[in-house]
Every structure is written in C-alpha cells, then in structure tokens.
C-alpha cells in the first residue's frame, strides 16, 4: 500500500512570491492535514480538510491556505512568502473519524531566500 | 492551556544501552498521547499510542511507554538500542473531541556504536 506522498521534495522560492505544495493521502484516507516544521519550533498545525471542507486551521495567517480535491489530494499555498516560512511542510492523512491514526509523508522543503 | 514537554533536546546512548526519554504534558481530561520517530530527511513514523486502558503501551521497533497519571508523563522506553534507532522523537498529545494535536519540541537521539 502506498503511504502518503508529497512533492516537490524541494522548493526554492524568493521572498514575496507564491509557492505551491501537493500532497496525495493513502488510498481511501479522506483527511488531510498540513504542519509546518520549522527549525526549533517544533511541528505546528496548519490546516485540516476532509471531505473537501476545511475543518480547522491552526494560528497561522491567511497567506496560508490549501484546498482539497474531490479524489482527496491537496494543495497548500503559501502567498507573500516571507524568509520565516522556510520550512519542512508535513502533510498526514487519516480515515475520516479517525484524527488520531495520521499517517505522515515525508514533507517539502521551502526555502525562501 | 494543553501543553507538551520533552526536556531533553538531544540525549547520546551507546549501542546495546537502554534508553528513556522523557516527555510531560499539561491537560485537565485524560489526554491521548502518542510517540513519533522522524529520520532524517523523513516524515514522522507512529511508534505507539495510548488511549485507554493498560498504562504501559507497546508499540513498534522494540519500544514501549508508560502512561503516569499521578507524574503527567508518558516516557518511551527501550531496553537496548540500535543505531538504527538514531533519529528524532516527538511526544504528541491530543483529547477526544477537541481536534486538537499538540506536538513536542522533539529528542534527537544519537547512538555511539
């Protein structure tokens, strides 16, 4: 069974511009969610969706923000990059119902320069 | 406010020694609680998780954790490590109904052959 998948692996961005990050959750998971590793800050929420809504955000700006598809996949979008979004961006995915069960991918390195 | 702490940043075993590491957390109603292991360059892997029942948790690759009602604790443990086992841990805490998942700051682990 394939596990969660992201890309790119990498992704290098000048601030101000946009950047775009994908993810496919494992087959039949209908939860996504999105964290932001950033160095010495540890793994902070960013977005949840499900079945195509977004179901709950964690405390970061509108900048940040994401869409899901009718096949499950997702998309975060990080407008106005800024030099402190440089970061490794996780996506995990879960059955619907099961928040707990997250599977992880193996994330997308941004660096704004 | 629901909060989780692992003390200990980086901590250094030799192959073959036991390991402990620690992790706290700060929740007025019986939490979930959860242990990750990230390899370098890798998305985070579930080790094991406790929702109820039996405090003492089993989980993959060897490790185990105590949940300590009385101490707000839940260390993982193993008994001999591996240099496998060399990666970065993060204790994670979460409570039914609440959607929310809160990681620690992580423990890099580093085994000396």
């Known amino acids: 069974e394939a596990g969660v998948t992201q890309s790119p692996t990498h992704l290098i961005k000048t601030r101000g511009q946009q950047a775009t990050l994908r993810c496919s959750p494992i087959?039949?998971?209908?939860?996504v969610y999105w964290y932001q590793q950033a160095l010495g800050l540890g793994l902070q929420f960013l977005l949840w969706y499900d079945e195509g809504e977004e179901r709950n955000r964690g405390n970061f700006p509108p900048r940040f923000s994401g869409r899901q598809f009718p096949n499950y996949s997702s998309e975060l979008n990080v407008n106005a990059l800024e030099l402190e979004d440089s970061a490794l961006y996780l996506c995990?995915?879960?059955?619907?119902?099961?928040?707990?069960?997250?599977?992880f991918g193996p994330g997308t390195r941004l660096t704004v320069t | 406010a629901q909060s989780v702490t692992q003390p200990d940043i980086h901590i250094t075993v030799s192959e073959g020694a036991s390991l402990e590491l620690r992790c706290n957390y700060s929740?007025?109603?019986?939490?979930?609680l959860f242990w990750y292991v990230q390899s370098p360059g890798q998305g985070l892997q579930l080790l094991l998780k406790?929702?109820?029942?039996?405090?003492l948790v089993q989980g993959i690759k060897g490790f185990e954790a105590e949940f300590k009602r009385s101490q707000s604790s839940f260390n993982l443990r193993k008994p001999s490590v591996h240099w496998s086992d060399a990666a970065e841990y993060f204790c994670a805490v979460g409570a039914s109904g609440t959607y929310k998942y809160i990681f620690g700051t992580g423990t890099r682990l580093k085994v000396l052959a």
């Open positions: 929740y007025g109603a019986t939490p979930y």
């Open positions: 406790y929702f109820s029942g039996d405090t």
């Open positions: 995990a995915s879960s059955l619907r119902d099961s928040y707990y069960e997250q599977y």
């Open positions: 087959s039949g998971h209908t939860s």
